[in-house]
């Protein structure tokens, strides 16, 4: 062979190479980088994003359609009073520090969550269960002190994941979970790097190494999609700019639902927020069409209560909120303003709440509601509006899934006290029979939709925008995930 | 009288002019929100489009002009009301303690970027036009003192300073009535420089969210406001920006041209 025929069939060989064999690593970009790294004890959505199903893995787990489905369970028992679950755990499932994953972990996991000290951020999740007790080491029974119809559900949460004792230390900087990736590197303020675990139980995913970004700013994420620094960003932050993706073919846009219901929350302790005739006149002031296509540009479904519409119990409430600020103004009258008043609206920073902020003030001066604008951050508005309580209307959107509960526990931030409301979550939460548990459901949302406790805005859509060659992406977000277990590149 | 000048009056003028319109009459009101005609390009009805809520932006421009020039002018404010008094008691007392204070003190402030504390003032006491006013104001007033000492200075060897202290006026009447009439060209001069500087700042105190809150329109925030637009409506990020680019080089030509003209120094050279 001449020295030319021989470099033809390498640089051949190695064009065959690099075609045939798809990409292995993503560089994945989200909004907010996690404060720490243990999903069982922060609050943060952004661990959630970066952890959930990657490293941790739950007893159960939630697929991209927002159904409940065995994770480290293998399959269950419930007894006949629907009080004992007893939970056959996968074989063969290790940690990634080696250690093996039986029912001892599982164990100290739940009972961890539901310490008295616990600082998992969704303890009711866990507070039902009266007693976790070891069969076998993979066996474990979960015995509850009442009925509870979501407990399967709420085991599929990020907070609920199963962790171990021996990692436990330093979980929040080192996680060491079960999932198909390993955590190997977190730079703060810079990145956060994943590899495959060549020791995962179930499929084996596509992707060796996978790279997560943190890019809060709209402009600068645009670049970074624009340039292909990022693969993927989840959770774009302009909506604006979908349309110029979607007709640039380097590019998918995924628009999914997530269980973000985005409202503007009312301080119903404060005065005048406490008359249900003013926060009825706040509702009908609003024009969500309007803050739909001003806010996130047409990306957003209204809705009338805080539930999501692609829940098949959610109930069409819109009705009891049209937008009529005449009405509005003659209930504000009634209620003793009707020269309006002035009170205050604090806007976190994603721009749902900043530019939708400015458009309600807008409708609320309408009717003779002067909101006068602050604009927060992330720090803040934690501390000022949801710890201190110390605001009259703000903007958020509740991404936790089927979270209507939150309107039972009346510390919470928007200070809703309703014996009804609370007596219907709590026979909620006693009920398992599906059919009752719906009529239950839409007897919640009717209690707070006819009540106004906050104006109920648009359930938030989740802009994914990818390189063309990405599969397997979720498009909903039922739970704050970027599951790349199942994320490959096309050849 | 150099073409620069006039060029520099008139733009100065025609931002004066529409922030003064804008008290009585603007196209649009800006603060009811028109969504469906939002980021129209400019036409016809709206001769520079709409932004991302539909308001119109030559009413926003108008509006905003009202702020920029109220925000920086009030700065300019604060800067001569206590810089000039203060470099003027520093030249009256030129060598003594109380000169080095105030220099030194001066030389402290100076030493610190200007936006850089203005950020910290409003971030601690809140974001808001008033806090932007005094954040700028603050640094207007070593500007203003050290020019005033620099001028003064010389001033005190003259010898119609001598007369009238042999006259038997005291510093402060000296000051007041001598030195103060002498030094006013420079300060008017440096006023308008210091305006386009207030001017910009509030822009860019706007622009990262520190000056004027919604709904008062700023020139900075439509900047910002108008910066994920830039591919689909450039002519919301454009128009704004043009208007500071023209409200500043205005007034520097403006300024530069008023010190051809008014600065004794170089009054003295072309003699």
């Given at each position: 062979?001449?020295?030319?025929?021989?470099?033809?069939?390498?640089?051949?060989?190695?064009?065959?190479?690099?075609?045939?064999?798809?990409?292995?690593?993503?560089?994945?970009?989200?909004?907010?980088?996690?404060?720490?790294?243990?999903?069982?004890?922060?609050?943060?959505?952004?661990?959630?994003?970066?952890?959930?199903?990657?490293?941790?893995?739950?007893?159960?787990?939630?697929?991209?359609?927002?159904?409940?489905?065995?994770?480290?369970?293998?399959?269950?028992?419930?007894?006949?009073?629907?009080?004992?679950?007893?939970?056959?755990?996968?074989?063969?499932?290790?940690?990634?520090?080696?250690?093996?994953?039986?029912?001892?972990?599982?164990?100290?996991?739940?009972?961890?969550?539901?310490?008295?000290d616990s600082t998992n951020a969704q303890k009711g999740l866990f507070a039902d269960i009266a007693e976790v007790t070891v069969i076998d080491p993979q066996t474990v029974e979960v015995t509850l002190s009442q009925q509870n119809g979501s407990f399967l559900f709420n085991m599929a949460w990020g907070d609920a994941v199963i962790v171990a004792p021996?990692?436990?230390?330093?979980?929040?900087?080192?996680?060491?979970?079960?999932?198909?990736?390993?955590?190997?590197?977190?730079?703060?303020?810079?990145?956060?790097?994943?590899?495959?675990?060549?020791?995962?139980?179930?499929?084996?995913?596509?992707?060796?190494?996978?790279?997560?970004?943190?890019?809060?700013?709209?402009?600068?994420?645009?670049?970074?999609?624009?340039?292909?620094?990022?693969?993927?960003?989840?959770?774009?932050?302009?909506?604006?700019?979908?349309?110029?993706?979607?007709?640039?073919?380097?590019?998918?846009?995924?628009?999914?639902?997530?269980?973000?219901?985005?409202?503007?929350?009312?301080?119903?302790?404060?005065?005048?927020?406490?008359?249900?005739?003013?926060?009825?006149?706040?509702?009908?002031?609003?024009?969500?069409?309007?803050?739909?296509?001003?806010?996130?540009?047409?990306?957003?479904?209204?809705?009338?209560?805080?539930?999501?519409?692609?829940?098949?119990?959610?109930?069409?409430?819109?009705?009891?909120?049209?937008?009529?600020?005449?009405?509005?103004?003659?209930?504000?009258?009634?209620?003793?303003?009707?020269?309006?008043?002035?009170?205050?609206?604090?806007?976190?920073?994603?721009?749902?709440?900043?530019?939708?902020?400015?458009?309600?003030?807008?409708?609320?001066?309408?009717?003779?509601?002067?909101?006068?604008?602050?604009?927060?951050?992330?720090?803040?508005?934690?501390?000022?509006?949801?710890?201190?309580?110390?605001?009259?209307?703000?903007?958020?959107?509740?991404?936790?899934?089927?979270?209507?509960?939150?309107?039972?526990?009346?510390?919470?931030?928007?200070?809703?006290?309703?014996?009804?409301?609370?007596?219907?979550?709590?026979?909620?939460?006693?009920?398992?029979?599906?059919?009752?548990?719906?009529?239950?459901?839409?007897?919640?949302?009717?209690?707070?939709?006819?009540?106004?406790?906050?104006?109920?805005?648009?359930?938030?859509?989740?802009?994914?925008?990818?390189?063309?060659?990405?599969?397997?992406?979720?498009?909903?977000?039922?739970?704050?995930?970027?599951?790349?277990?199942?994320?490959?590149?096309?050849? | 009288?150099?073409?620069?000048?006039?060029?520099?009056?008139?733009?100065?003028?025609?931002?004066?002019?529409?922030?003064?319109?804008?008290?009585?009459?603007?196209?649009?009101?800006?603060?009811?929100?028109?969504?469906?005609?939002?980021?129209?390009?400019?036409?016809?009805?709206?001769?520079?489009?709409?932004?991302?809520?539909?308001?119109?932006?030559?009413?926003?421009?108008?509006?905003?002009?009202?702020?920029?020039?109220?925000?920086?002018?009030?700065?300019?404010?604060?800067?001569?009301?206590?810089?000039?008094?203060?470099?003027?008691?520093?030249?009256?007392?030129?060598?003594?303690?109380?000169?080095?204070?105030?220099?030194?003190?001066?030389?402290?402030?100076?030493?610190?970027?200007?936006?850089?504390?203005?950020?910290?003032?409003?971030?601690?006491?809140?974001?808001?036009?008033?806090?932007?006013?005094?954040?700028?104001?603050?640094?207007?007033?070593?500007?203003?003192?050290?020019?005033?000492?620099?001028?003064?200075?010389?001033?005190?060897?003259?010898?119609?300073?001598?007369?009238?202290?042999?006259?038997?006026?005291?510093?402060?009447?000296?000051?007041?009535?001598?030195?103060?009439?002498?030094?006013?060209?420079?300060?008017?001069?440096?006023?308008?420089?210091?305006?386009?500087?207030?001017?910009?700042?509030?822009?860019?105190?706007?622009?990262?969210?520190?000056?004027?809150?919604?709904?008062?329109?700023?020139?900075?925030?439509?900047?910002?406001?108008?910066?994920?637009?830039?591919?689909?409506?450039?002519?919301?990020?454009?128009?704004?920006?043009?208007?500071?680019?023209?409200?500043?080089?205005?007034?520097?030509?403006?300024?530069?041209?008023?010190?051809?003209?008014?600065?004794?120094?170089?009054?003295?050279?072309?003699?």
């Amino acid at each position: 062979m001449t020295f030319l025929t021989r470099l033809t069939a390498v640089s051949a060989f190695a064009l065959m190479a690099t075609t045939a064999t798809a990409q292995t690593d993503i560089t994945v970009a989200i909004q907010l980088e996690p404060p720490n790294l243990d999903p069982t004890g922060g609050a943060a959505q952004a661990i959630d994003s970066v952890l959930y199903s990657n490293v941790f893995e739950g007893l159960t787990r939630f697929m991209a359609d927002g159904s409940v489905v065995p994770g480290l369970a293998e399959s269950w028992d419930i007894s006949e009073d629907g009080l004992t679950y007893t939970f056959a755990l996968r074989s063969g499932v290790t940690f990634h520090d080696g250690t093996a994953m039986d029912a001892e972990d599982v164990k100290f996991s739940l009972d961890r969550a539901r310490a008295e000290d616990s600082t998992n951020a969704q303890k009711g999740l866990f507070a039902d269960i009266a007693e976790v007790t070891v069969i076998d080491p993979q066996t474990v029974e979960v015995t509850l002190s009442q009925q509870n119809g979501s407990f399967l559900f709420n085991m599929a949460w990020g907070d609920a994941v199963i962790v171990a004792p021996e990692s436990i230390e330093t979980i929040a900087s080192n996680p060491v979970g079960t999932g198909a990736f390993t955590f190997t590197d977190w730079v703060q303020g810079d990145r956060l790097e994943l590899t495959r675990n060549d020791a995962y139980w179930g499929d084996a995913p596509a992707l060796e190494t996978a790279t997560f970004r943190f890019i809060s700013d709209p402009t600068a994420a645009f670049a970074a999609v624009m340039a292909e620094d990022v693969d993927v960003f989840v959770g774009f932050p302009a909506p604006e700019n979908l349309p110029q993706f979607e007709a640039d073919p380097r590019f998918q846009v995924l628009v999914g639902n997530t269980e973000g219901e985005t409202i503007l929350s009312t301080n119903n302790q404060m005065p005048p927020f406490d008359n249900v005739l003013v926060r009825e006149a706040v509702a009908l002031a609003i024009d969500r069409q309007a803050i739909i296509d001003g806010a996130m540009f047409g990306y957003g479904t209204p809705i009338g209560t805080h539930f999501a519409p692609h829940n098949p119990d959610y109930v069409d409430l819109l009705g009891n909120s049209p937008h009529d600020p005449d009405r509005a103004r003659e209930l504000l009258a009634e209620a003793g303003f009707a020269d309006g008043f002035t009170t205050t609206l604090k806007l976190p920073p994603p721009s749902y709440a900043r530019r939708g902020g400015e458009i309600i003030a807008a409708q609320l001066r309408e009717v003779g509601i002067e909101a006068e604008i602050t604009n927060l951050e992330w720090a803040q508005w934690l501390e000022e509006v949801f710890k201190a309580k110390d605001f009259g209307l703000t903007i958020v959107s509740h991404t936790e899934p089927m979270d209507i509960g939150i309107y039972a526990n009346p510390d919470y931030y928007f200070q809703y006290d309703n014996i009804v409301f609370q007596a219907v979550m709590e026979k909620l939460n006693a009920t398992t029979d599906p059919a009752m548990r719906s009529e239950l459901m839409a007897a919640a949302q009717t209690i707070i939709s006819e009540d106004y406790v906050n104006g109920y805005l648009f359930q938030l859509a989740v802009p994914t925008v990818a390189q063309a060659g990405l599969n397997g992406l979720w498009t909903d977000q039922p739970t704050a995930a970027v599951d790349l277990t199942g994320v490959s590149w096309s050849e | 009288m150099k073409l620069s000048f006039y060029i520099g009056a008139a733009l100065t003028a025609l931002f004066l002019a529409l922030a003064a319109l804008s008290f009585v009459w603007t196209p649009y009101d800006i603060q009811s929100l028109d969504i469906p005609n939002k980021l129209q390009r400019p036409n016809a009805t709206y001769l520079l489009g709409t932004d991302q809520f539909g308001r119109d932006i030559l009413s926003m421009i108008m509006m905003g002009a009202r702020t920029s020039i109220a925000v920086a002018l009030l700065a300019v404010g604060i800067g001569i009301a206590a810089g000039v008094p203060l470099g003027l008691l520093a030249a009256a007392r030129r060598g003594t303690w109380l000169d080095e204070v105030i220099m030194r003190g001066n030389d402290l402030v100076f030493a610190f970027p200007s936006l850089v504390i203005a950020i910290l003032i409003t971030a601690v006491y809140g974001a808001s036009a008033t806090n932007a006013i005094i954040a700028i104001g603050i640094f207007n007033i070593p500007v203003f003192a050290r020019l005033s000492r620099g001028a003064a200075l010389p001033l005190w060897e003259r010898d119609f300073i001598l007369a009238a202290r042999v006259a038997g006026k005291g510093p402060a009447r000296i000051s007041a009535e001598h030195i103060l009439p002498n030094i006013t060209n420079l300060m008017i001069v440096q006023g308008t420089i210091q305006f386009s500087l207030g001017i910009l700042a509030e822009a860019a105190l706007s622009y990262i969210g520190l000056g004027a809150q919604p709904p008062t329109a700023s020139w900075g925030r439509m900047l910002a406001d108008a910066q994920t637009l830039t591919a689909i409506a450039p002519h919301t990020a454009l128009i704004p920006g043009c208007t500071i680019i023209a409200m500043v080089l205005g007034l520097n030509l403006l300024g530069d041209g008023l010190r051809d003209w008014l600065d004794p120094r170089l009054r003295v050279d072309r003699t």
